[in-house]
T-cell receptor, first 109, second 112 residues
């Protein structure tokens, strides 16, 4: 089976940096994705890592270590609008994405 | 380019009733995925359709079913509604890069 672990809640200060970790256990692995979901909204795609290393997209970066079955999402220069839930997701094979339970990020002034 | 659309946006039903939710994928996307998201919880995979066929099914009872039409739009049917079926039902579509799914706004189903 597949399982993903990520913290349920994280609180950080506006302007700071926050890291949301994700560990996974899957029977197959084709990459780690991250999605953002604001309250009442739909999830939106943030990033995808198929290979080890860091991918940067503006203030957001995502990291993957396949040997450690671990990845993280790094958010820099936090803004109030970054308050949302963040989901990591893996694609084990010719199957749909499997999502983690999500991390609720609260950005405080 | 229009995004994924879903209808209706909200729905209130009573226990035992049946409901049909609809989804139109992004033009050119052949895969449609359905997820259930109960309040405060993660996304639970329901069904995956591609090219008109059911490709995979999540751990849900048979009263959850669906289909995909030749134009790649999709329906999710839920029979014999139960209180615990109250949730946000999300539809997503993807093209050949299935790690990136595009989600619709969802249908909020309330079962009383």
């Amino acid at each position: 089976g597949q399982s993903l672990e990520q913290p349920s809640e994280v609180t950080a200060v506006e302007g700071a940096i926050v890291q949301i970790n994700c560990t996974y256990q899957t029977s197959g692995f084709y990459g780690l994705s991250w999605y953002q979901q604001h309250d009442g909204g739909a999830p939106t795609f943030l990033s995808y890592n198929a290979l080890d290393g860091l991918e940067e997209t503006g203030r957001f970066s995502s990291f993957l270590s396949r040997s450690d079955s671990y990845g993280y999402l790094l958010l820099q220069e936090l803004q109030m609008k970054d308050s949302a839930s963040y989901f990591c997701a893996v694609k084990p094979g010719n199957t749909p994405l499997v999502f983690g339970k999500g991390t609720r990020l609260s950005v405080i002034a | 380019e229009a995004g994924v659309t879903q209808s209706p946006t909200h729905l209130i039903k009573t226990r035992g009733q049946q409901v049909t939710l609809r989804c139109s994928p992004i033009s050119g996307h052949t895969s449609v995925y359905w997820y259930q998201q109960a309040l405060g919880l993660g996304l639970q995979f329901l069904l995956w359709y591609d090219e008109g066929e059911e490709r995979n099914r999540g751990n849900f009872p048979p009263r959850f079913s669906g289909r995909q039409f030749p134009n790649y739009s999709s329906e999710l049917n839920v029979n014999a509604l139960e209180l615990e079926d109250s949730a946000l039902y999300l539809c997503a579509s993807s093209s050949l890069a299935p790690n990136e799914q595009f989600f619709g706004p969802g249908t909020r189903l309330t079962v009383l």
